[in-house]
């Protein structure tokens, strides 16, 4: 059940969006509240995944 949850989250998801979008995402990110982080998923990673896209 877990592997369903992050896999729209791999590293081949890159072209989902752009640099202006992921520096988009990532500004709106830091402020997000915990519970509105999917359960398969951290902080942390979510922040690595935008990040790997600017």
């Not at 202006?20 to 519970?35: C, G, I, T, V």
Request: net charge negative.
């Amino acid at each position: 059940m877990l592997g369903i949850l992050v896999l729209p989250m791999s590293p081949v998801s890159g072209y989902l969006a752009g640099p202006d979008d992921a520096a988009a995402a990532l500004e709106a990110s830091r402020d997000l509240p915990d519970e509105r982080i999917d359960d398969g998923s951290t902080r942390s990673y979510l922040l690595a995944s935008i990040t790997s896209r600017l």
